[in-house]
């Protein structure tokens, strides 16, 4: 799947979508994600709480 960014203020904004969130167990208004870069890959998972 290929996604565009998108500006947002002085930063970048990536949509994701609902189908993909809920596959992650990511509620966007509760949840924080932890990301990570590693080879020039992003990672993104929920963070523990």
Do not use: C, F
């Amino acid at each position: 799947m290929k996604k565009k960014m998108y500006r947002s203020g002085n930063a970048w904004a990536l949509l994701i979508q609902k189908a993909i969130l809920e596959l992650l167990d990511i509620n966007p208004e509760t949840d924080e994600l932890e990301l990570e870069v590693e080879n020039k890959v992003l990672k993104v998972k929920k963070a523990e709480k």
